[in-house]
């Protein structure tokens, strides 16, 4: 059980970046990017209006954080030099951050972007009024192939998911809120993967809990991304799911189209074409195929079912520590698919009264596929009684 990123994995981040320096001709590489900065050195924090900038040459790594940052960061064993500048606007980070870099001899650098993000009302100067810079995406793309060890962080994500998404089905009746069914769901699952896991659980800065399961219901289905409804569970209803566990800042997708009470013809129907979609998809997926092909097999099937009219998005998206990563399932990608690759595969079909949409969460492997999210799909398994 993988409940935390081993501290191996950094080391081999933080090598693999080195080698990519050493073959570049600049003296270092900057992240102004909070998800970045954390896939690097295991460093967490809000990315608000104050930028946070990590720096790495090839026999050191620093970091400028506002002063409020400067007792959180300094414990990192990863990071060698902390630098501080005290608020924006009046601590001027990014002469602060140029100051860093110039005591690191750092006279030109590959930056994941030139000056800090506008978040939060910031802005700043760009960090090329100070030195010589060019951009580089070496994290994005060291993320898209997932380690065992992430994949095992995913998988545990998953493991809860399923759990919260048990409570959701229990807790589901005529008459219930979407809204108190997805906090009761929610919170029980945290409670038992934090009594479960113990020590072992991994922390984070911010969040809104360990698991969060919901769904959307009726008519707000057939939007793909339909808000909760202020409005009470009918017998007849439709459900799309969601639940996640977030498992030291990563994240699996498990969706399900559910029925309240009694399923029609129509909506049996749906269904059906929204599995055999999904089935489509990972018969089409595997090592050494383009993502482009995927999407193009469920294309077809939906031609062939003459329903194209009721797609409205693609087949899905990589993930890992954020919800959604490129390469996604795109006819228009020229990704192909690759050992590590963990996708959510989640064709939909959306009618003008409800939407039909399972998600798994799947990785790539040498041999084919491994599923890590595991609820059943199958239509009898998805209808909840929903008396009261």
Not at 173 to 179: F, I, L, M, N, R
Not at 275 to 295: H, I, K, N, R, Y
Not at 339 to 352: M, Q, S
Not at 367 to 385: A, H, V
């Amino acid at each position: 059980m993988t409940t935390a990123v081993p501290p191996t994995e950094f080391s081999a981040r933080i090598q693999a970046v080195r080698e990519r320096l050493e073959n570049s001709e600049a003296d270092a590489v900057v992240w102004f990017d909070a998800t970045s900065i954390e896939y690097i050195t295991g460093f967490q924090h809000i990315q608000t209006e104050r930028p946070v900038v990590l720096a790495l040459t090839r026999d050191r790594i620093s970091i400028t954080v506002p002063r409020l940052e400067v007792d959180r960061v300094g414990g990192n064993e990863r990071i060698d030099d902390v630098h501080s500048y005290f608020d924006y606007p009046g601590g001027e980070p990014i002469a602060t951050i140029a100051e860093m870099l110039d005591g690191m001899d750092a006279d030109s650098v590959l930056a994941d972007m030139d000056g800090a993000p506008g978040v939060m009302g910031y802005e700043g100067p760009p960090l090329s009024e100070f030195l010589d810079v060019d951009t580089q995406e070496w994290v994005p793309e060291m993320r898209e192939a997932k380690s065992d060890a992430e994949i095992d962080l995913i998988r545990e994500s998953a493991k809860w998911a399923n759990l919260g998404h048990q409570y959701l089905a229990d807790f589901t009746e005529v008459g219930a809120h979407p809204t108190t069914v997805s906090q009761r769901a929610s919170m029980e699952a945290s409670r038992a993967m934090l009594d479960t896991l113990g020590s072992e659980y991994a922390v984070r800065e911010r969040g809104d809990g360990p698991v969060h399961a919901g769904y959307i219901s009726g008519e707000e289905t057939a939007l793909p991304h339909g808000h909760t409804p202020n409005e009470r569970l009918s017998r007849g209803d439709v459900l799309i799911t969601g639940a996640t566990a977030n498992v030291d800042g990563y994240y699996s997708e498990l969706e399900r189209t559910m029925f309240v009470g009694r399923v029609t013809d129509e909506q049996e129907h749906y269904f059906e074409l929204m599995l055999e979609a999904q089935e489509t998809a990972f018969e089409a997926m595997g090592p050494g195929v383009p993502v482009s092909d995927v999407d193009q097999a469920v294309w077809d099937y939906f031609e062939k079912q003459g329903i194209t009219d009721l797609a409205q998005h693609h087949v899905g998206h990589n993930i890992g520590l954020g919800a959604h990563e490129p390469p996604y399932i795109d006819r228009g990608s020229e990704a192909t698919m690759e050992p590590g690759n963990v996708y959510t595969i989640e064709p939909g079909l959306y009618t003008d009264e409800a939407g039909y949409r399972h998600s798994d969460t799947v990785a790539i492997t040498e041999d084919g596929l491994d599923f890590l999210t595991y609820f059943p799909r199958d239509l009898e398994s998805n209808i909840i009684t929903g008396d009261a």
